[in-house]
């Protein structure tokens, strides 16, 4: 077999051929295997044209075919299975060969497969690709880690395949080892919360005004041409004015209230909690598909006491719709907040250096969460690289201000109304807490000296204290 191709992608599911396709279409010779033959037998019928393939039907066919360094993108599902691909190709493999792994492993994964490769002169790149079957084909936005030697080969290749906004690629190198997973994660965990925002947004305008799923689809149109313009508002409004040809009814009344996750946003969460970054209303997002697939305990709660119900003129109607759009936006600002905070944390916490303005430049387009809100962040890192929030930046600080009492009244008229909006409550609770002078966790500090002896700290002097709550005069002593 003869080494020509440029790259080699094993594991040909619609997302592992699609990015084969894309790489030969855009001029390299592409190496492809899978572990049943059949797949890439139809891959090369079917779509031979498009490009220059080479099929293998052995790992060593496989490996044989691809120049030196070789470079091996493994398309397979995340865990046990993309271990076992690793085990069966390494062997075969010489310092400075590559494997890219372009599935949605968790980072914890791919750091440890990063340090052990890395000892036997291997390079592993664990690269996010989001933007689903369609973004592998026509664009993805890729996020690859590992080591800078490995971008150095591997970005160009990335930068032409990828989705392009204003000229430029929707890839970068993100960081070291398991960065590039972990900002996948992340940009799972954002999506989330924003389809979340998007559903709770929707059932404010269906159950407060009253509108049908035609008119929110409307809505969401009008507000897609604005600064909430962004691929999951785009195809909201194509979910909401879609009808089910069965029943003739509205698709979204015909569809079953319970909502999977195959586990990125889950896993943002725990890694969260780990790390100490209060992700709120990507947690309340995952909680909220969680709650949803509840059957037996939403029995037990249907028909207990909840909110009042009154009907809102056409004006009071198109007023809260104004108002559900300032809400929905600076949830979705707070929401955004919370996810870079996590990056910045993990960086710290990980010894990466993640350029948070070009997760911003990356997450235009091609990626699911894709919108030309990220553009505004983008810009505002451009201006200040060190930004502690988002609402450090002065343009999104005035929105947020704007925002202050259509956010208000649209919360409160959902608790009145006992629609749950769990994401837009976190996300405002999460604004109050952050801006607050003092918050009850003084309280909390005393209780837990009290039954603990936990020591707390004092805002009028250093050091660690303790009260002897036990005798009369409840001294205090430093700890
Ligand atoms: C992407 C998507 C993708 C995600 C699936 C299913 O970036 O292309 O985020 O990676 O895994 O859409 O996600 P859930 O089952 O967790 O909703």
Same mark, same amino acid.
């Given at each position: 077999?003869?080494?020509?191709a440029?790259?080699?992608? @094993?594991?040909?599911?619609?997302?592992?051929? $699609?990015?084969?396709?894309?790489?030969?279409?855009?001029?390299?010779? /592409?190496?492809?295997?899978?572990?049943?033959?059949?797949?890439?037998?139809?891959? %090369?019928?079917?779509?031979?044209?498009?490009?220059?393939? /080479?099929?293998?039907?052995?790992?060593?066919?496989?490996?044989?075919?691809?120049?030196?360094?070789?470079?091996?993108?493994?398309?397979?599902?995340?865990?046990?299975?993309?271990?076992?691909?690793?085990?069966?190709f %390494?062997?075969?493999?010489?310092?400075?060969? *590559?494997?890219?792994?372009?599935? $949605?492993?968790?980072?914890?994964?791919?750091?440890?497969?990063?340090?052990?490769?890395?000892?036997?002169?291997?390079?592993?790149?664990?690269?996010?690709?989001?933007?689903?079957?369609?973004?592998?084909?026509?664009?993805?936005?890729?996020?690859?880690?590992?080591?800078?030697?490995?971008?150095?080969?591997?970005?160009?290749?990335?930068?032409?395949?990828?989705?392009?906004?204003?000229?430029?690629?929707?890839?970068?190198? %993100?960081?070291?080892?398991?960065?590039?997973?972990?900002v996948?994660?992340v940009? $799972?965990?954002?999506?989330?919360?924003?389809?979340?925002?998007?559903?709770?947004?929707? &059932? #404010?305008?269906?159950?407060?005004?009253?509108?049908?799923?035609?008119?929110i689809?409307?809505?969401?149109?009008?507000w $897609?041409?604005?600064?909430?313009?962004?691929?999951?508002?785009?195809?909201?409004?194509?979910?909401?004015?879609?009808? &089910?040809?069965a029943?003739?009814?509205?698709?979204?009344? /015909?569809?079953?209230?319970?909502?999977?996750?195959?586990?990125?946003?889950?896993?943002?969460?725990?890694?969260?909690?780990?790390?100490?970054?209060?992700?709120?209303a990507?947690?309340?997002?995952?909680?909220?598909?969680?709650?949803?697939?509840?059957?037996?305990?939403?029995?037990?709660?249907?028909?207990?006491?909840?909110? @009042?119900?009154w009907? #809102?003129?056409?004006?009071?109607?198109?007023?809260?719709?104004?108002?559900?759009?300032?809400?929905?936006?600076?949830?979705?600002?707070?929401?955004? &907040?919370?996810?870079?905070? *996590?990056?910045?944390?993990?960086?710290?916490?990980?010894?990466? @250096?993640?350029?948070?303005?070009?997760?911003?430049?990356?997450?235009?387009?091609?990626?699911?969460?894709?919108?030309?809100?990220?553009?505004?962040?983008?810009?505002?890192?451009?201006?200040?690289?060190?930004?502690?929030?988002?609402?450090?930046?002065?343009?999104?600080?005035?929105?947020?201000? &704007?925002?202050? /009492?259509?956010?208000?009244?649209?919360?409160?008229?959902?608790?009145?109304?006992? %629609?749950?909006?769990?994401?837009?409550?976190?996300?405002l609770?999460?604004?109050?807490?952050?801006?607050?002078?003092?918050?009850?966790?003084?309280?909390?500090?005393?209780?837990?000296?009290?039954?603990?002896?936990?020591?707390?700290?004092?805002?009028?002097?250093?050091?660690?204290?303790?009260?002897?709550?036990?005798?009369?005069?409840?001294?205090?002593?430093?700890?």
């Amino acid at each position: 077999m003869q080494a020509t191709a440029q790259i080699g992608v @094993t594991g040909l599911a619609v997302m592992g051929r $699609n990015l084969a396709r894309n790489f030969a279409r855009h001029g390299y010779t /592409v190496a492809v295997h899978n572990r049943t033959p059949t797949r890439t037998k139809a891959l %090369v019928e079917e779509f031979g044209h498009e490009g220059a393939f /080479v099929a293998a039907e052995t790992a060593e066919e496989f490996v044989a075919a691809l120049e030196r360094p070789r470079r091996l993108m493994i398309m397979v599902q995340a865990g046990a299975a993309t271990d076992a691909v690793i085990e069966e190709f %390494v062997p075969l493999l010489e310092p400075g060969d *590559m494997i890219i792994d372009g599935g $949605n492993a968790h980072f914890a994964d791919t750091r440890r497969r990063e340090r052990s490769l890395r000892e036997r002169g291997i390079h592993f790149v664990g690269a996010g690709v989001s933007g689903g079957e369609e973004g592998a084909l026509h664009g993805p936005s890729i996020m690859p880690g590992g080591s800078p030697e490995s971008y150095a080969a591997l970005g160009p290749m990335f930068e032409k395949i990828s989705a392009k906004v204003d000229g430029e690629p929707c890839t970068t190198h %993100v960081g070291t080892d398991g960065a590039g997973h972990f900002v996948k994660m992340v940009h $799972n965990g954002i999506e989330y919360a924003d389809m979340q925002l998007i559903g709770e947004a929707y &059932d #404010l305008l269906r159950q407060v005004a009253g509108l049908s799923p035609a008119a929110i689809a409307e809505i969401f149109r009008e507000w $897609n041409k604005g600064r909430l313009d962004s691929y999951l508002i785009e195809i909201t409004a194509e979910v909401l004015s879609h009808v &089910d040809a069965a029943s003739g009814r509205p698709f979204v009344d /015909v569809v079953a209230d319970a909502a999977g996750q195959k586990g990125t946003g889950r896993w943002t969460v725990q890694t969260a909690l780990e790390l100490g970054s209060p992700v709120t209303a990507i947690a309340q997002a995952t909680f909220a598909r969680a709650a949803s697939g509840q059957a037996a305990l939403r029995g037990a709660y249907r028909g207990l006491p909840g909110g @009042t119900r009154w009907d #809102l003129t056409p004006y009071e109607a198109e007023r809260f719709t104004a108002q559900v759009e300032q809400a929905l936006y600076a949830s979705k600002l707070i929401a955004y &907040d919370q996810g870079w905070k *996590m990056i910045l944390d993990a960086a710290e916490e990980f010894g990466w @250096t993640i350029d948070l303005g070009a997760v911003a430049r990356i997450w235009r387009g091609g990626c699911i969460i894709r919108a030309a809100f990220l553009d505004r962040i983008r810009a505002a890192y451009a201006v200040d690289p060190g930004l502690v929030s988002l609402l450090s930046d002065a343009g999104f600080a005035a929105e947020i201000r &704007d925002a202050q /009492v259509p956010w208000r009244e649209v919360i409160a008229t959902a608790a009145r109304r006992g %629609v749950p909006v769990p994401a837009f409550s976190a996300a405002l609770s999460y604004y109050d807490s952050l801006r607050a002078e003092r918050l009850p966790a003084a309280l909390t500090q005393g209780q837990r000296d009290y039954f603990g002896a936990h020591t707390y700290r004092r805002v009028d002097r250093e050091g660690s204290f303790h009260t002897l709550w036990g005798t009369a005069d409840r001294a205090e002593m430093e700890a």
